[in-house]
């Protein structure tokens, strides 16, 4: 029998016993489902945390010098953390130190930060948000762009002017219906001119990267965002942006040999900084998504089975029914080769359709969770290609027993058999 005429008998015995066919099609169809997915959200939640939670947070080609890790997943020894206290804090001067050998085109950015910081205007109550101290080319490397204004000049940091770029939620909230540059805020008691609106920043996880208030770090500012211990040239961080990924390692030896001679360490002792990249901030995502992608393969896999399963029932049954038929076949000249093959093939077209119903629920599945659930979802078009070549491979093995046992039957017996 020609493998289009198997496929042919395969999609008419769906058509016709639709009831059986639906329970034949449900467990492949979930499994491919799940497939699909679980790797959408994983696939999505990738993309998100790569562009999105790094590229706004750290900025791309970007690394950060700190005192100790700022992302840290896992648990840290006693030991460790009194390590970390004991290290000495991020100066303006080791910042100035490292923007000097730098190389060309590459960008630095040094601030430190507070939350709850009590904010007002003559316009809107009180309010406790993030306030940003920075130095440097702060707006460049977060890529800040300003919708209404200006960002800080270099002039102003220099000087540390009573002036501030504003968050778009902070914009909309201090000064309602009124255009916010040009007028004054209260920070901490203390006012300053707003010059800049920044443009929208959106959110992770929720989280919305809309409310917060950038000065410059030698204006009073410096104050309010220090921090226990620290003194009055402290930084929180230095951040630096090189001009490519591969400028990035040079930058990033230069800045260790300025901090570990500045620190006056000896060639056998440990770093007494952090120095964190994209890819290092992404460590404790790498091993959400192992669990991730282990649950991705495990909840499909009982499905499949217990799809193969059905398959494999329906199957004996329906060479149970058709043993007339086979044996006619078989009395015509049909080969244990032909029987078997038909079986099979018919086997891995019902396997196939399921699969590729079970495609299209997870496609619609995955759009739905975007579009109602903070979780993102990115379809992997080799997902896609994945779950049908399963579904199809799940349809072949389900159905070499009872395509073999068909292919065995006896002619004379067969034809006997009403």
């Known amino acids: 029998m020609p493998l289009s005429e198997a496929i042919r008998l395969a999609l008419q015995q769906i058509r016709v016993q639709k009831l059986k066919s639906f329970f034949t099609l449900l467990g492949v169809t979930i499994g491919v489902m799940f497939l699909i997915t679980v790797v959408s959200i994983v696939e999505g939640m990738s993309k998100y945390m790569e562009e999105d939670f790094v590229g706004k947070l750290m900025g791309i080609n970007t690394f950060e010098v700190r005192r100790f890790p700022s992302i840290n997943i896992g648990n840290t020894t006693d030991e460790q953390w009194r390590e970390w206290t004991r290290r000495p804090f991020i100066s303006e001067s080791d910042a100035r130190a490292i923007s000097a050998v730098l190389p060309p085109g590459t960008l630095w950015a040094a601030n430190t ?33 300003i919708a209404n204004g200006r960002p800080l000049a270099s002039q102003e940091m220099a000087t540390g002017a009573l002036s501030v770029v504003l968050g778009e939620e902070v914009a909309r909230h201090f000064f309602p219906n009124v255009d916010p540059v040009g007028r004054a805020i209260t920070i901490a008691g203390t006012r300053y001119t707003v010059v800049g609106v920044a443009e929208k920043q959106g959110s992770v996880f929720g989280f919305s990267l809309d409310k917060f208030v950038v000065g410059p770090l030698h204006s009073p500012l410096r104050r309010v965002t220090h921090r226990p211990g620290f003194t009055s040239t402290s930084v929180g961080t230095l951040a630096i942006q090189s001009p490519t990924a591969a400028m990035m390692s040079e930058s990033m030896e230069q800045t260790r040999a300025t901090m570990r ?46 799809g193969a399963m059905i398959i494999m ?25 032909d029987i078997m093959n038909q079986f099979l093939t018919e086997s891995a077209t019902l396997s196939t359709v399921g699969a ?27 997902s896609i290609a994945a779950g049908v070549l399963t579904g199809t491979v799940v349809g072949i093995i389900a159905g070499i027993y009872p395509a073999s046992r068909a292919a065995r039957l006896d002619p004379i017996l067969a034809i006997r058999q009403e």
């Open 356 to 382: 590729g119903i079970g495609v299209a629920i997870g496609i619609a599945a995955s759009k739905i969770i975007a579009a109602t659930s903070p979780l993102p979802a990115a379809i992997a078009p080799w």
């Open 313 to 337: 029932n329906i199957m004996l049954v329906a060479v149970a029914e058709r043993t007339h038929e086979i044996g006619i076949r078989k009395a015509l000249g049909a080969r244990r080769r």
């Open 261 to 306: 001679s500045r620190h006056k360490l000896r060639p056998a002792q440990a770093d007494d900084f952090d120095m964190s990249t994209s890819k290092s901030a992404l460590a404790f995502w790498d091993k959400i998504k192992g669990y991730m992608q282990l649950a991705g393969v495990a909840l499909p896999a009982i499905s499949l089975v217990v």
């Open 113 to 145: 930060f507070a939350t709850d910081v009590p904010i007002e205007s003559e316009y809107a109550k009180q309010r406790k948000l993030m306030v940003f101290a920075v130095d440097g080319d702060y707006f460049e490397i977060k890529k800040m762009e």
